[in-house]
């Protein structure tokens, strides 16, 4: 091979997805913007939050990346009250989708009350089941009312970033019974050419054990359909198979899902008309 692979520069790092933003369809690019919600009780301590991420204008989606509720404070209404501010702020945002993550001894029936239905499932070596999960907001979904709202006594507000690190300490100390704490193998790598010019990079990550991600990849135009796309691929599955991983997780959209499926990604999971005009899928490979 005509091309020596390096380690990734920030600086290139940051390259590659300003280029992927440009192949993408032009009515798929967004601004991103990261929110967080917490709910203090009388004294100020933070009982309860969320951090999520809006994908504005055409993407028109928000992510749900963490929701916790102190355990004290549980079933009292309080989730629900953020599920709905979460909800509030996307449809304000011009949003129409809110997509989150959960696992199967986390809170999958409690979303799936407030209307959210699953769209990918994945079974973790630890035996657990993690879930995808999707409400479209311009569809009629009855809103669920809890039995118990005694937490309404309490107000949702916006937080800052170290609201943020409560809430993600918070999720930690409930999940590390269920979970174990993986070490991360970062993967951040380029082909540069004799010249030392960079012809394509990659951004992946291996949790050692459980699974590799790949987070971003991209090849100059030039030259595309010459394998190095599929080279970093192979680089990175190695990578996970030395690690202990026995499966490689990818995201890609309507516009280039045949490269992944060429190399032997499958569906996991869809999402129609997500962003409005295209289709987003979910792909795995075991390796």
Same mark, same amino acid.
């Given at each position: 091979?005509e091309?020596?692979?390096e380690?990734l520069?920030k600086?290139?790092?940051?390259?590659i997805?300003?280029?992927?933003?440009e192949?993408?369809?032009r009515?798929?690019d967004a601004?991103e913007?990261q929110f967080?919600l917490k709910?203090?009780d009388?004294? *100020?301590?933070?009982?309860?939050?969320?951090?999520a991420?809006?994908?504005?204008?055409?993407?028109?989606?928000?992510l749900?990346?963490?929701?916790?509720v102190?355990?004290?404070?549980?079933?009292?209404?309080i989730?629900?009250?953020i599920i709905?501010?979460?909800?509030?702020?996307?449809?304000?945002k011009?949003?129409?989708?809110v997509?989150l993550?959960?696992?199967s001894?986390?809170?999958?029936p409690?979303?799936?009350?407030?209307g959210?239905t699953?769209?990918?499932?994945?079974?973790k070596p630890n035996?657990y089941?993690?879930?995808?999960?999707?409400k479209?907001?311009?569809?009629d979904?009855?809103?669920?009312v809890?039995a118990?709202?005694s937490?309404a006594?309490?107000?949702?507000a916006?937080?800052?970033d170290?609201?943020?690190?409560?809430i993600?300490?918070g999720?930690d100390?409930y999940?590390e019974?269920?979970e174990?704490?993986?070490?991360r193998v970062?993967y951040y790598?380029k082909?540069?050419d004799?010249?030392d010019?960079?012809?394509? *990079?990659?951004?992946?990550?291996?949790?050692?054990g459980s699974?590799?991600?790949?987070?971003?990849?991209f090849?100059e135009?030039?030259l595309r359909?010459q394998?190095?796309g599929t080279?970093?691929m192979r680089?990175?599955?190695?990578?996970a198979?030395?690690n202990?991983a026995?499966?490689?997780?990818?995201?890609a959209?309507d516009?280039?899902v045949?490269?992944?499926?060429?190399n032997?990604?499958?569906?996991? *999971?869809e999402?129609k008309?997500?962003?409005k005009?295209?289709?987003?899928y979910?792909?795995?490979?075991m390796?």
């Open positions: 091979m091309y020596i692979i380690d520069t600086e290139e790092a940051v390259y997805g300003e280029k992927i933003n192949i993408v369809p009515e798929v601004d913007e967080v709910v203090e009388e004294n *100020g301590e933070i009982i309860g939050g969320c951090i991420e809006a994908y504005e204008y055409h993407w028109s989606r928000v749900l990346e963490e929701l916790w102190d355990e004290r404070y549980r079933h009292q209404g989730g629900s009250m709905r501010e979460v909800e509030r702020i996307a449809r304000e011009g949003c129409r989708v997509t993550g959960t696992a001894y986390m809170a999958r409690f979303y799936e009350k407030h959210y699953v769209f990918t499932t994945q079974k035996g089941i993690s879930y995808s999960l999707v479209y907001l311009d569809k979904t009855p809103e669920y809890p118990d709202n937490g006594r309490f107000k949702v916006l937080g800052d170290d609201d943020a690190e409560v993600e300490n999720i100390a999940s019974a269920y174990p704490e993986y070490e970062d790598k082909l540069v004799k010249d010019k960079f012809a394509a *990079g990659v951004i992946a990550d291996v949790d050692k699974y590799g991600f790949v987070h971003a990849l090849v135009e030039p359909r394998g190095l080279y970093l680089e990175v599955e190695k990578l198979r030395e202990g026995s499966m490689i997780l990818t995201t959209g516009w280039n045949g490269f992944f499926k060429k032997g990604y499958l569906l996991r *999971g999402l008309d997500v962003p005009g295209h289709d987003c979910e792909l795995y490979k390796i």
